[in-house]
């Protein structure tokens, strides 16, 4: 499952905390785990289970004969009813019949153009006032707030404009954000070594947003260096 891989690869340990669902009740109340910071890494898995999620969502409309974007059933419809990392395979095989309208600039038009998967069709689904633009009122027909905590941080980073909304070109990159290189360096090498048992990696030390930790050193205590976040000495 993707939670028990990025958990490998960031050295963490999993533990059941509570059992239903999530996030965990406690004696502060649901604000509690609302309130916890949400790091880069835990926005970018994020947005791939909501990736997952609209492939599903997708995939159900087109057998239910309603996968046109100009159908507005809201995008409640499926909403799951316990954690997205709950083990939803991302299926890559499968291409988007329909994707929003292009912009008027060339820039956002190419943009468009390149969102034509489950990311581009549920834009469109979402966008009830047909502008292009997704208000606040329209991204809260996704109600995840008591499955995600990080749901409203996570579409607070697609502003990158910081005017309120989200536009097609903000939301494509939203969800085609590149992981930390600390972290693809590690996937890199998890898939390295179960290819070609290659002896002798060099294995990252990475912190908690899967960037490169000042310090780096050799397994053993060997050499040790300085990098920048990037792995740059």
Avoid at 3 to 10: I, K, R
Avoid at 101 to 119: E, H, N, T
Avoid at 158 to 174: I, L, N, P, Q, Y
Wanted: glycine share 10%; with cysteine; hydrophobic share 35%.
């Amino acid at each position: 499952c993707k939670l028990e891989q990025q958990a490998c690869l960031a050295s963490k340990q999993l533990a059941v905390k509570c059992e239903g669902q999530c996030p965990c009740a406690t004696e502060h109340g649901p604000t509690a785990a609302a309130a916890e910071t949400c790091t880069g890494q835990d926005l970018a898995d994020l947005g791939d289970r909501l990736r997952d999620w609209f492939q599903l969502l997708r995939e159900n409309a087109k057998q239910n004969g309603s996968g046109g974007a100009g159908t507005r059933r809201g995008a409640e419809a499926g909403r799951p009813t316990r954690h997205l990392g709950g083990g939803v395979r991302r299926s890559r095989g499968a291409a988007a019949s329909h994707a929003p309208p292009p912009r008027p600039a060339a820039l956002d038009k190419s943009l468009a153009a390149g969102c034509k998967d489950a990311v581009g069709w549920m834009f469109a689904r979402l966008d009830t006032s047909g502008d292009l633009f997704l208000e606040q009122a329209e991204l809260a027909a996704i109600n995840l707030d008591k499955y995600e905590v990080c749901i409203r941080a996570f579409f607070n980073s697609c502003d990158t404009h910081k005017d309120g909304r989200v536009s097609t070109a903000e939301w494509c990159f939203c969800f085609w954000r590149e992981k930390p290189p600390c972290l693809r360096e590690l996937e890199k090498i998890q898939i390295q070594e179960a290819a070609k048992k290659k002896p002798g990696i060099f294995i990252p030390s990475c912190d908690e947003d899967g960037y490169y930790r000042k310090l780096q050193c050799e397994q053993g205590g060997g050499e040790c260096w300085c990098v920048d976040p990037l792995g740059l000495e």
